[in-house]
Every structure is written in structure tokens, then in C-alpha cells.
């Protein structure tokens, strides 16, 4: 057709109980637009794609035409698939719906993992089976939800406001929420659907809540478990510890999370913050301030200690780059969850929330979960090769 027009945005449903392959990279903070995915795709295949800036970012909202994105774009996804032996046609088939989740999760990990291997470093890909064990299962428990959805669609003129029961007790019971959480959340759930004035008794607040953070929790636990077999690799099981480091890390007192990952640092290292500080990635020009560099080091950590400012995922790596070569990926890992958990908490101003999603992350509550994920990662039929995975 001569008008029609190809884009490439974010995807978003909103679906607390499975999240989308963007709305995770979202919560990471890492870039969604695109143009930084495009870039992203430039920088690891050294190949250029030919379009502007410009024509990038009609690409992420109103589109661009299908001749021109075919001509700039096919030549890179053909890079892509000889470089790393895949058929995207395979792994996404035409016709592909937004809301079949397995689908783009098996995509999106396999991309995962093409990435990772293209790298410098040497990953062992198998340290991530709790993180894809997690992806795996809650796809599996999804389907009854994605049937609903189907059936709802088929209904014209429906409300989705009106059948919010419907669409979330399929899964419910799946999710890792207190057994009085689940019953008073569909309580609360039934009183919006008919009558979207309602305003939830604190204990519905606390039960929608959790199940609003529920996969994020699990998706931290996963996470934490990969940070343990990067630590660990290398060791035999009797050397190994499954202690939960994340608990360690939300135990500690700063004015954010991501302040508490520096004081669990300061803590396990031994030194000041003076000292840590030295280690801060900084763009200094002395004759901007007249404060010395040290100075400027110093400020910048104490602004990330109370959640003034957030560094980059790049400076964070950078930042991390000085510590043990073992220890750099699983702190950026929980440099990610921490900053994760700030941009949760920054979502709500009023300060009863901000109290309540506190208490969602205490260390006694995620513990719940981490438990729960161990011990489903312990038991999953996920191969721990991701090459036969997917």
C-alpha cells in the first residue's frame, strides 16, 4: 500500500501479573525509544542503519513508510539472523498478537542472550536459568489469563473496567500473595467494577499493592538467584551460600534503595565513603566550579546515597568496573533492582503510599519471595542450557 506507514513503540499493557519485555526494560530504566534500540542494535552488529535521527524517532511514534523502513532496517535484521543463526520469522511469526506474551518473552531472552554472548565479557549463560525458570513459568500460568483476554475482545462495545474480576482470577491464586491478600484484592477488584468511585479501606490498598508488586518482586528474587551463581560460579555447592544478598541490601538504612546498595558496599568492603567516592565516574573541569575533583566525587555520591540524582546504567557499569571482576555483573544487577525500587516509590507522592510500598519491599516481605523463587528454580524442568531453551 503507498501510505502505509511501519513504528516500532514501546509495548505496554499494564498487566501487573506478567509484565512486557519493554515495560521491564522500562522499570530498569534502560531505553525504549527507537532510536536508542536501533543505536543499541548498531553498536553490537558495527553496521550502520541508514536513517536520521529524525526519521529514528518518527519510527517510535507516528511511523515512517514501509519502503523506507524496509530499505534501512531489513539489511540489519539479516545481519542479525546470519550472525547469530536465527529466523526472526520464526521466532515472532507473522500475525503475532500484542498480548501473546510467550511468544515475545522466548524473542526477547533470545535477543538476551545473543547480546550477551557478543560481549566482552565471558557469561556463563547457565547462572541465569532462575531468571528465565521465573519468565518460563509465569508465561505457562498466564495462558488461562490470555483466554479471557481472547474471549473479552470477541464482546463489542465491552468495558475491560467491568470485568476486572474476570480478568485477573485466573491468576491470581498463581501470583506469591498472602492468602488474605488474594481474597481481599478480588473484594476491591469486584467494588471497582461496579462502581469506579470507590474508595479502597486501607486494607485493600495494602492487598492491591501487592498484587500490583507482585511480579516485580519475583522478577528481583530471579535476579538476586542469578547474582548468587555469578558470584558462586566456580565454587562446588558445599562452598556456595543461597543466602539472599538483597535482603542483606534492603536491611540497610539510607535515604533510598540505591543509598542502601552503597552502604551494604561500604559495609562489606570496610572503608569510608570518602573512599568510595574515588571510585565515582565524574566529568571535571576545574575551571567551571573551583571545587577540586575529589570534591566533586564526594558530592555526587552523596547525591546518589539520597536519591538526589540516579546515575546512568553506563556509569553505574563504569562505577562497578573497579571492583572485582566476579563481583561487577551481580552489582549491576542490584544497582538495577535498587533503582528499580526508587522509581516505584517516586511514582506516589502521597507519603501513606510511599510508606506502604516500604513495607512491600522490607527485607522480611521479599524474603517471601526470594524463598518461594529458590525454591522454584530448585524444581523447574527449565533446561540450564539456554541453546536448547530456545
Given at each position: 500500500?503507498?501510505?502505509?506507514?511501519?513504528?516500532?513503540?514501546?509495548?505496554?499493557?499494564?498487566?501487573?501479573?506478567?509484565?512486557?519485555?519493554?515495560?521491564?526494560?522500562?522499570?530498569f530504566?534502560?531505553?525504549?525509544?527507537?532510536?536508542?534500540?536501533?543505536?543499541?542494535?548498531?553498536?553490537?552488529?558495527?553496521?550502520?542503519?541508514?536513517?536520521?535521527?529524525?526519521?529514528?524517532?518518527?519510527?517510535?511514534?507516528?511511523g515512517?513508510?514501509?519502503?523506507?523502513?524496509?530499505?534501512?532496517?531489513?539489511?540489519?535484521?539479516?545481519?542479525?539472523?546470519?550472525?547469530?543463526?536465527?529466523?526472526?520469522?520464526?521466532?515472532?511469526?507473522?500475525?503475532?498478537?500484542?498480548?501473546?506474551?510467550?511468544?515475545?518473552?522466548?524473542?526477547?531472552?533470545?535477543?538476551?542472550?545473543?547480546?550477551?554472548?557478543?560481549?566482552?565479557?565471558?557469561?556463563?549463560?547457565?547462572?541465569?536459568?532462575?531468571?528465565?525458570?521465573?519468565?518460563?513459568?509465569?508465561?505457562?500460568?498466564?495462558?488461562?489469563?490470555?483466554?479471557?483476554?481472547?474471549?473479552?475482545?470477541?464482546?463489542?462495545?465491552?468495558?475491560?473496567?467491568?470485568?476486572?474480576?474476570?480478568?485477573?482470577?485466573?491468576?491470581?491464586?498463581?501470583?506469591?500473595?498472602?492468602?488474605?491478600?488474594?481474597?481481599?484484592?478480588?473484594?476491591?477488584?469486584?467494588?471497582?467494577?461496579?462502581?469506579?468511585?470507590?474508595?479502597?479501606?486501607?486494607?485493600?490498598?495494602?492487598?492491591?499493592?501487592?498484587?500490583?508488586?507482585?511480579?516485580?518482586?519475583?522478577?528481583?528474587?530471579?535476579?538476586?538467584?542469578?547474582?548468587?551463581?555469578?558470584?558462586?560460579?566456580?565454587?562446588?555447592?558445599?562452598?556456595?551460600?543461597?543466602?539472599?544478598?538483597?535482603?542483606?541490601?534492603l536491611?540497610?538504612?539510607?535515604?533510598?534503595?540505591?543509598?542502601?546498595?552503597?552502604?551494604?558496599?561500604?559495609?562489606?568492603?570496610?572503608?569510608?565513603?570518602?573512599?568510595?567516592?574515588?571510585?565515582?565516574?565524574?566529568?571535571?573541569?576545574?575551571?567551571?566550579?573551583?571545587?577540586?575533583?575529589k570534591?566533586?566525587?564526594?558530592?555526587?555520591?552523596?547525591?546518589?546515597?539520597?536519591g538526589?540524582?540516579?546515575?546512568?546504567?553506563?556509569?553505574?557499569?563504569?562505577?562497578?568496573?573497579?571492583?572485582?571482576?566476579?563481583?561487577?555483573?551481580?552489582?549491576l544487577?542490584y544497582?538495577?533492582i535498587?533503582?528499580?525500587?526508587?522509581?516505584?516509590?517516586?511514582k506516589?507522592?502521597?507519603?501513606?503510599?510511599?510508606?506502604?510500598?516500604?513495607?512491600?519491599?522490607?527485607?522480611?516481605?521479599?524474603?517471601?519471595?526470594y524463598?518461594?523463587?529458590?525454591?522454584?528454580?530448585?524444581?523447574?524442568?527449565?533446561?540450564?542450557?539456554?541453546?536448547?531453551?530456545?
Amino acid at each position: 500500500m503507498k501510505h502505509e506507514k511501519v513504528a516500532m513503540k514501546p509495548l505496554m499493557l499494564q498487566n501487573p501479573f506478567l509484565k512486557t519485555p519493554d515495560e521491564v526494560a522500562n522499570l530498569f530504566g534502560l531505553p525504549l525509544s527507537a532510536r536508542r534500540k536501533v543505536k543499541l542494535i548498531e553498536f553490537y552488529l558495527q553496521e550502520e542503519v541508514k536513517l536520521s535521527d529524525r526519521s529514528l524517532d518518527n519510527l517510535g511514534s507516528k511511523g515512517i513508510s514501509k519502503q523506507k523502513a524496509d530499505k534501512a532496517i531489513e539489511p540489519i535484521l539479516d545481519s542479525f539472523e546470519r550472525r547469530f543463526d536465527l529466523d526472526l520469522d520464526q521466532l515472532i511469526p507473522d500475525g503475532t498478537l500484542i498480548f501473546e506474551l510467550d511468544v515475545l518473552w522466548q524473542a526477547a531472552i533470545k535477543a538476551f542472550f545473543c547480546g550477551l554472548n557478543s560481549g566482552e565479557l565471558e557469561v556463563d549463560t547457565n547462572c541465569f536459568q532462575p531468571f528465565v525458570a521465573f519468565i518460563e513459568r509465569r508465561c505457562r500460568e498466564y495462558l488461562p489469563q490470555k483466554e479471557v483476554i481472547l474471549q473479552l475482545r470477541e464482546r463489542e462495545g465491552l468495558d475491560p473496567g467491568s470485568h476486572l474480576v474476570e480478568f485477573y482470577e485466573p491468576v491470581i491464586g498463581k501470583a506469591h500473595l498472602r492468602s488474605c491478600h488474594q481474597d481481599v484484592a478480588i473484594k476491591a477488584l469486584n467494588q471497582f467494577s461496579q462502581d469506579r468511585s470507590y474508595s479502597p479501606t486501607i486494607e485493600e490498598l495494602e492487598a492491591l499493592s501487592a498484587l500490583h508488586q507482585d511480579f516485580n518482586l519475583s522478577l528481583f528474587a530471579s535476579l538476586d538467584l542469578v547474582a548468587l551463581n555469578l558470584l558462586w560460579a566456580g565454587y562446588n555447592d558445599e562452598q556456595r551460600s543461597e543466602d539472599s544478598v538483597l535482603v542483606e541490601i534492603l536491611a540497610e538504612d539510607a535515604k533510598c534503595y540505591f543509598g542502601r546498595l552503597i552502604a551494604f558496599i561500604k559495609r562489606k568492603v570496610g572503608c569510608s565513603f570518602a573512599k568510595i567516592s574515588e571510585l565515582v565516574p565524574v566529568q571535571f573541569d576545574s575551571s567551571e566550579s573551583g571545587r577540586t575533583e575529589k570534591e566533586v566525587k564526594i558530592e555526587r555520591l552523596k547525591e546518589w546515597r539520597k536519591g538526589k540524582t540516579k546515575p546512568s546504567v553506563s556509569t553505574m557499569d563504569e562505577f562497578f568496573s573497579h571492583f572485582d571482576l566476579d563481583d561487577q555483573i551481580p552489582l549491576l544487577i542490584y544497582g538495577l533492582i535498587c533503582q528499580a525500587i526508587d522509581r516505584e516509590i517516586s511514582k506516589y507522592r502521597c507519603a501513606d503510599e510511599r510508606a506502604l510500598l516500604q513495607q512491600t519491599y522490607s527485607p522480611e516481605n521479599y524474603r517471601r519471595y526470594y524463598e518461594k523463587e529458590k525454591a522454584a528454580a530448585s524444581l523447574s524442568t527449565a533446561t540450564t542450557t539456554t541453546e536448547a531453551t530456545f
